[in-house]
């Protein structure tokens, strides 16, 4: 039951009223019919060629080859609708983990339930940083200040009292309150006035748009060489048929296609997968950032500690028993904060009424809940030590040095003080207003993450650098860094960051560790120095006031379970179980997807090298035969595609990925060293190739023997190209017994399979025009295949052994 009695629903209620009313959304989700996939699939530039090639078979009478390429369309139409029907649903699960969330009361207890389940009838409860998720009416408000700036445009906060209706998609910026909903939806005072909850449109990211650049310069590039060699062919051998064939298998083997589609689906599948490390991304181009990550600005409490305080120690002032009593009081009758549930333990049984409450503010940090007894009123107040100093009149230099001694050992430190008033005494405003007694003070104890340490010593090794903010004292903040193996050396407080200016911040954040005792403005100009020494930084929050640093920071991040709805609208990712240890993990998976991306982009890269090289070397002698047909081609890419989408995003981390720099920002995915690698590796195929097409040739074999053997070394270089670049670190055997990496066997099986039907069953040769090749061929293609690409695997050795001789 809610403070105000009402009961609210049960859960079989609102599932009812759910299905009659439908989801508090304002705008569904745009659904994709079957066909509307099939004909987006091909309008693809490599189903469009293939469609060209299949018609151009049928003109010229070969209704086999037709067949066999009409086939390849369907299969490639099956695998691209089901690879995209993954990356969808992972985007789906992901976003659903990344609801907002209502606090309501349902079977008469308060749950968090998806803001999109709530129905009228609904009781709901809102409080400082929170997003109203529906139009309800205030049951209860303890200094509720709504922005309704979303709805009027008024800047100014806005209080509400109990009656007063409150709106969906406005901001409660103090206090807290309970509602009882009375419209979702479109039915709400933001559908009525037609405004939409339609995330903003998502801008390219960096990758994104070097992708598309790559893309449209090869496609212009391919269209360009394929009419021109269509010309070349035509007019030295006369054949218009073979001539349009002919082209079109070198633009086939020039469009990277792949690319987009192994970009999506990594970032999608790359998202899902953080998601199980307790890391949600709401946008994917920090995935591309987190691999270049240098600082990480942490909160202590809930990221580092285990957020579950307990009191340690009671000093008191003069009476142990009276501040025990108010130490008791001096938190709200229901609160998910660990420090009101800490102080709550020391209440003893009793009577009164909780009738008022003075919040804490920027300007003083303490706090009062007023109770009324049966003949009088009591008045506990709780808060930073100075502060409630400054309330009871007493100096407070004394009292901060014997905190400074208390909180040795990482305890936080409160002060408490009290007051009793006649029960019909006038309440000033404010509480500053109020003359206190001070009680003394209550020392709370949290425990550090057991995670936490090794997580710490993680990103030493990777060469980022954590700093710890934290608005507690710096005793606390030094015993805690020392605990999880933090450098305490360096540390600087709130005051001394104010007395610094701009230049001088930015050089002394070039070392240090701890901040401490900050306000978020202040952590907003930690963030601003660090960034402007080039720093890329990652900043957690938890508060309304953490939004405008975690904006300004390169990576935002907000905690799940404690976190606010402004700061996870802020921030790119959401730590689910708010622990320091999920951020390392988070980092991790970004390299690692990062890493993949770019050896899945240089296999793509390696491979369409021989290819488009074997469809131009045929043509520069008029007797040559032509090697590459369009059923090859796509037989080939049949190949890539799941080598790019299954193997690589599948892969492990490298063992020595967290032991390497952060990665400049600047540096392109395409590298110079990427693109140099790939393209070597490519080159080496391709010379391969040419020796077996020509010395086939020069052995006199028959045009279709010539095709086989080149078409068949193709695929098992293809295979080999695979397995050596899954890593840059281990060579391909290293990497076949130390990680795991099921569809490697199940994708070059079926690639190794599939070769060896086509060329031993009859009317399989037939379809690709291919013909028989010997045992002994099957060895020296295979041989050569492997050749080609071992060389990568001596260069990682030699590159290894160089690194470990340093």
Same mark, same amino acid.
């Given at each position: 039951m809610g403070q105000s009695g009402v009961q609210g629903l049960t859960s079989a209620q609102a599932q009812l009223r759910l299905e009659e009313d439908g989801p508090n959304q304002l705008s569904q989700e745009v659904r994709f019919t079957f066909l509307s996939r099939i004909l987006r699939v091909l309008s693809e530039p490599m189903l469009i060629l293939l469609a060209i090639a299949t018609v151009v078979s049928l003109f010229i009478a070969e209704p086999l080859e037709a067949s066999v390429l009409a086939l390849m369309i369907l299969f490639i139409i099956g695998t691209t609708i089901y690879q995209e029907g993954k990356a969808e649903k992972a985007l789906k699960a992901l976003k659903s983990l990344a609801a907002p969330m209502a606090t309501a009361l349902r079977d008469g207890d308060w749950v968090k339930v998806a803001a999109s389940d709530l129905v009228v009838g609904d009781v709901i409860r809102i409080a400082e940083g929170d997003r109203i998720p529906a139009d309800a009416r205030l049951l209860t408000a303890t200094n509720l200040g709504v922005d309704e700036s979303s709805l009027t445009g008024e800047s100014l906060a806005v209080v509400r009292v109990v009656g007063e209706?409150?709106?969906? !998609?406005?901001?409660?910026?103090?206090?807290? #309150?309970?509602?009882? *909903? @009375?419209?979702?939806? %479109?039915?709400?005072?933001?559908?009525?006035?037609?405004?939409?909850?339609? @995330?903003?449109?998502?801008?390219?990211?960096?990758?994104?748009?070097?992708?598309?650049?790559?893309?449209?310069l090869i496609a212009i590039m391919a269209m360009t060489a394929a009419v021109s060699v269509t010309a070349i062919v035509f007019f030295t051998r006369g054949e218009f048929a073979q001539s349009i064939l002919a082209g079109l298998s070198l633009a086939m083997a020039m469009i990277p296609e792949e690319f987009p589609v192994v970009l999506t689906l990594f970032f999608a599948l790359g998202a899902w997968r953080m998601s199980h490390e307790k890391v949600l991304t709401r946008r994917s181009a920090v995935i591309e950032t987190l691999g270049s990550a240098t600082v990480i600005c942490t909160d202590k409490t809930g990221t580092l500690t285990m957020n579950s305080m307990s009191v340690?120690? =009671?000093?008191?002032?003069?009476?142990?028993?009276?501040?025990?009593?108010? %130490?008791?009081?001096?938190?709200?009758? &229901?609160?998910?904060?660990?420090?009101?549930?800490?102080?709550?333990?020391?209440?003893?049984?009793?009577?009164?009424?909780? *009738?008022?409450?003075?919040?804490?503010?920027?300007?003083l940090l303490a706090m009062t809940v007023v109770w009324r007894a049966s003949d009088h009123l009591v008045l506990a107040c709780k808060g930073a030590p100075e502060a409630v100093a400054r309330l009871c009149n007493i100096d407070s230099k004394d009292l901060l040095e014997q905190v400074e001694q208390i909180a040795i050992g990482g305890r936080r430190i409160l002060a408490v003080a009290g007051l009793r008033l006649p029960l019909d005494s006038e309440l000033p405003e404010s509480q500053a207003d109020l003359k206190f007694e001070f009680q003394g003070l209550v020392a709370l104890r949290d425990q550090v993450r057991p995670e936490v340490p090794a997580?710490?010593? @993680? $990103?030493? @090794? %990777?060469?980022?650098?954590?700093?710890?903010?934290?608005?507690?004292?710096?005793?606390?903040?030094?015993?805690?860094?020392?605990?999880?193996? =933090?450098? &305490? *050396?360096?540390?600087?407080?709130?005051?001394?960051?104010?007395?610094? !200016?701009?230049?001088?911040?930015?050089?002394?954040?070039?070392?240090?560790?701890? $901040?401490?005792r900050v306000t978020p403005t202040q952590k907003l100009r930690v963030v601003h120095a660090l960034k402007s020494a080039g720093e890329v930084v990652v900043m957690t929050g938890d508060g309304i006031n953490d939004a405008p640093a975690l904006k300004l920071s390169n990576?935002?991040?907000?905690?799940?379970?404690?976190?606010?709805?402004? #700061?996870?609208? %802020? &921030?790119?990712?959401?730590?689910t179980d708010d622990n320091f240890s999920s951020i390392v993990a988070g980092i991790k998976r970004g390299r690692t997807i990062y890493a993949s991306l770019k050896k899945a982009f240089a296999y793509i890269i390696a491979i369409h090298v021989p290819l488009l090289g074997m469809a131009i070397v045929p043509i520069l002698v008029f007797d040559?035969?032509?090697?590459?047909?369009?059923?090859?081609?796509?037989?080939?890419?049949? *190949?890539?595609?799941?080598? $790019?989408?299954?193997?690589?995003?599948?892969?492990?981390?490298?063992?020595?990925?967290?032991?390497?720099?952060?990665?400049p920002v600047a540096e392109k995915i395409f590298s110079k060293q990427m693109m140099v690698t790939s393209l070597v590796q490519g080159f080496f195929v391709l010379l391969t190739a040419s020796v077996i097409y020509l010395g086939a040739l020069w052995l006199g074999r028959e045009d279709d023997q010539i095709r086989t053997l080149t078409f068949a070394f193709l695929i098992f270089a293809n295979v080999f190209l695979i397995l050596t670049n899954r890593s840059w670190t281990l060579t391909s055997y290293r990497s076949l017994r130390t990680r795991k990496n099921p569809t490697v066997k199940w994708i070059l099986g079926l690639a190794l399979g599939a070769l060896v039907l086509i060329v031993q069953t009859p009317i399989a040769r037939e379809a690709f #025009?291919?013909?028989?090749?010997?045992?002994?061929?099957?060895?020296?293609? #295979?041989a050569a295949g492997y050749l080609c690409t071992a060389w990568f695997d001596v260069y990682k050795l030699l590159r290894q052994r160089k690194s470990n001789q340093r």
């Open positions: 209706l409150v709106s969906a !998609g406005t901001l409660v910026v103090s206090g807290r #309150a309970e509602g009882l *909903v @009375e419209a979702t939806g %479109a039915k709400t005072s933001l559908g009525q006035i037609g405004q939409s909850l339609k @995330e903003i449109k998502p801008q390219r990211t960096g990758v994104q748009r070097q992708v598309d650049k790559a893309v449209k340690d120690r =009671l000093i008191p002032w003069q009476d142990s028993k009276e501040l025990a009593f108010f %130490a008791g009081l001096a938190s709200p009758t &229901s609160s998910f904060d660990p420090v009101d549930n800490a102080f709550a333990t020391l209440a003893s049984e009793h009577q009164m009424i909780a *009738v008022r409450e003075f919040p804490l503010s920027h300007d997580a710490i010593a @993680e $990103c030493k @090794e %990777a060469g980022i650098r954590v700093i710890m903010m934290t608005g507690d004292f710096s005793a606390t903040a030094i015993e805690i860094a020392k605990e999880v193996g =933090l450098d &305490s *050396v360096d540390t600087i407080t709130g005051a001394e960051i104010d007395q610094l !200016g701009d230049a001088e911040l930015i050089e002394r954040m070039k070392s240090v560790t701890i $901040c401490s990576i935002s991040i907000a905690m799940g379970m404690r976190g606010t709805d402004v #700061a996870r609208e %802020a &921030s790119d990712l959401i730590l040559w035969p032509i090697v590459l047909l369009p059923a090859m081609v796509a037989f080939i890419e049949m *190949v890539v595609d799941p080598a $790019c989408t299954v193997v690589f995003q599948a892969e492990q981390a490298d063992p020595e990925i967290m032991k390497q720099k952060p990665r #025009a291919l013909g028989e090749i010997s045992l002994l061929d099957w060895i020296v293609i #295979a």
